[in-house]
């Protein structure tokens, strides 16, 4: 069976600011329409013409995978079809159960147990849905023939770079007009593989162009140029961001990663060997070749059973910046305040700063729980975030700057805000307890989580023993970076620790019943703890089709995996704890995001799929 192409979640590093998700994982539910009832109320004729509309061939691309979906009439007068992923050299394969009722399309590809749902717009040239195959994806055709005969100013191909935090990701758009010269338009984010993503309010008058991306919750706006050969704007996704695009003469296709086969589930005690095969080619020529000095330290624990691996220049007592899974810490300290009675999930956070910080809104304000699902409505940065020290962005921001935004922006609420990512909200949730508790982030950390699971490499300021552990942070390039120092936004990011730590917190969040060993009962947190991590991973609000977020950790509802990951300057981390199948994965590299995404989230991903023996995404992807 052809896998057409699905992944878990896309990376979500603590600096990255597209944020493309576009293959999480989703739910497949069913399409519940009376077809017959349909057939009678639209009579023979009527549904003979809505169904000729759409015969014909058309293209898209899902993924890195380019597709083309013919549709045939029957002689019966229903449909038929098939279709091609041309990438794998897949094609003919057969659609099923076709369902036309108004707009909405649906068909069935039994052979790889797929299925496309979505509408018909633009008069049958545009088919705009979701492909679901164990996961959900934005997956739109367009009619091969579709072309206006007067071509607009920006129709055509265009390539632009947005500048990510430490990456930089190509964003491709690619803009036609139909048969009646109305104007459609995909993007492409290359480097994250997500193909595809519509566009919508496309608005072209003069030489102003503008756009939505509603996927991604994203705008541009801009102009064309005089000569017609460049597009120079803005791009907004919770914070503006120069994009600019040049005029293309042909698409960038991007290769489909390669798959390495699938075998029996991987024992923890045998996923060394696994590895030390599996990762050989970039110890040899890749990301962790020598001179290089990337090194990556992976905990693995399945059943009890505890693993700790490192390769290239990382040892076992390494230590790293773990970036945003710092914001799932500060989303258990939460939930053991408010088992102690200190806080409320309900509570305003207005009600926890220093009085007169900010305003009373008029309607609903933003309060403890809305920080900890990312539904507070505020964006992923201030924009009082100016930076002295690019390679040190966060040092300079302290909780002066942050009263200061809020003083002028407030903490009213939208009536129902929706799921964005912010980093914002979760250095305002640190802020907070801090100030609720009358100590600093760090002294707050240790009373209440690593004191009591005896973390003592996992910290916010090193130790001269650990300072010496400290492995020097790279960026994918390989080029030495900055360590990051956080102080207003300690809680979204600012934890340093090892793997053999990561891995106890793992252990913890796996076995809440055992987390506090009885030579650490003398902590006040030790008493709440086990309740409180139960409380943190309680499912609060929905991210995306297919994962709910609970306080900070996403997780996974087809696979019941509680997840995050993280980035910094110089450094790129990952974790994922799966209850129900009792394991759970730790990746630390001293590497941050570079176009082909998080180093730590492909290996984390591979031993995943190693441990629960499905085909894993080859380790030589990244070289």
């Not at 600019?244 to 991987?266: G, I, L």
């Not at 110089?570 to 176009?595: E, H, I, K, T």
């Amino acid at each position: 069976m052809k896998l057409l192409y699905g992944v878990n979640r896309a990376p979500e590093s603590f600096c990255s600011c597209m944020k493309i998700r576009a293959s999480r994982p989703a739910i497949c539910r069913p399409l519940l329409v009376l077809l017959l009832m349909v057939v009678a109320l639209l009579g023979s004729n009527g549904l003979a013409q809505q169904q000729s509309s759409i015969v014909g061939d058309y293209a898209g691309t899902l993924g890195p995978l380019h597709l083309k979906l013919h549709i045939t009439s029957k002689p019966d007068g229903g449909l038929a079809g098939t279709l091609d992923s041309v990438d794998q050299n897949a094609l003919g394969l057969p659609c099923e159960d076709f369902h036309l009722d108004g707009n909405a399309l649906a068909f069935r590809v039994p052979s790889v147990q797929g299925r496309w749902k979505g509408t018909v717009t633009n008069g049958g040239s545009v088919l705009n849905g979701t492909w679901t195959q164990g996961s959900e994806m934005p997956l739109t055709f367009i009619r091969e023939n579709a072309s206006a005969s007067k071509r607009s100013a920006v129709d055509g191909v265009w390539l632009g770079a947005l500048k990510a935090g430490p990456q930089t990701l190509r964003i491709q758009l690619r803009i036609q007009s139909d048969s009646a010269g109305k104007q459609m338009c995909f993007l492409d984010s290359l480097d994250q593989g997500a193909m595809g993503l519509g566009c919508d309010n496309i608005k072209f008058e003069g030489q102003k162009f503008s756009f939505d991306v509603p996927a991604v919750k994203g705008h541009w706006e801009g102009m064309l140029s005089p000569d017609g050969k460049n597009l120079q704007g803005t791009w907004n996704q919770g914070m503006p961001m120069p994009l600019n695009f040049e005029w293309q003469s042909v698409a960038v296709t991007v290769k489909p990663p390669s798959v390495d086969p699938a075998m029996a589930p991987v024992k923890a005690d045998d996923l060394q060997s696994v590895l030390d095969r599996d990762l050989a080619e970039s110890l040899k020529s890749g990301a962790l070749a020598p001179g290089t000095d990337t090194g990556v330290a992976i905990g693995v624990i399945d059943h009890g059973v505890k693993k700790v691996m490192t390769y290239g220049a990382a040892k076992p007592e390494s230590i790293f910046e773990i970036g945003s899974i710092t914001k799932t810490f500060t989303g258990l300290i939460l939930a053991q305040m408010v088992a102690q009675g200190t806080v409320r999930l309900d509570e305003p956070v207005r009600e926890l700063l220093p009085p007169g910080t900010v305003s009373k809104p008029d309607g609903s304000e933003i309060t403890l729980l809305d920080l900890a699902t990312q539904h507070s409505g505020l964006p992923r940065m201030p924009d009082n975030f100016n930076p002295a020290d690019p390679q040190n962005p966060y040092a300079d921001y302290h909780p002066a700057n942050l009263y200061a935004y809020l003083a002028k922006r407030g903490v009213g609420k939208p009536a129902n805000p929706e799921f964005l990512y912010s980093n914002l909200g979760f250095g305002l949730l640190g802020q907070a307890l801090s100030v609720r508790a009358g100590m600093s982030y760090s002294d707050l950390l240790h009373k209440e989580i690593t004191g009591p699971l005896g973390m003592v490499d996992t910290v916010v300021v090193l130790s001269p023993d650990q300072q010496k552990r400290f492995l020097a942070g790279h960026t994918a390039a390989h080029q030495p970076a900055h360590a990051w120092d956080l102080d207003a936004f300690a809680g979204a990011g600012a934890i340093r620790s090892t793997v053999s730590d990561m891995l106890t917190y793992m252990e913890a969040n796996l076995h809440p019943e055992k987390a506090v060993s009885s030579n650490a009962r003398h902590y006040a947190g030790a008493k709440t703890l086990s309740a409180a991590l139960v409380q943190s991973h309680e499912l609060r609000a929905d991210e995306v089709p297919g994962v709910r977020i609970a306080l900070a950790w996403a997780y996974i509802t087809d696979t019941g995996s509680y997840w995050h990951n993280g980035a910094t300057g110089g450094y790129s981390s990952f974790a994922l704890f799966d209850p129900r199948a009792d394991y759970g994965v730790v990746v630390l590299v001293n590497m941050s995001l570079g176009a082909k995404g998080s180093f730590a989230e492909l290996i984390g991903q591979h031993i995943v799929q190693r441990l629960t023996g499905k085909p894993a995404i080859s380790l030589n992807n990244w070289q």
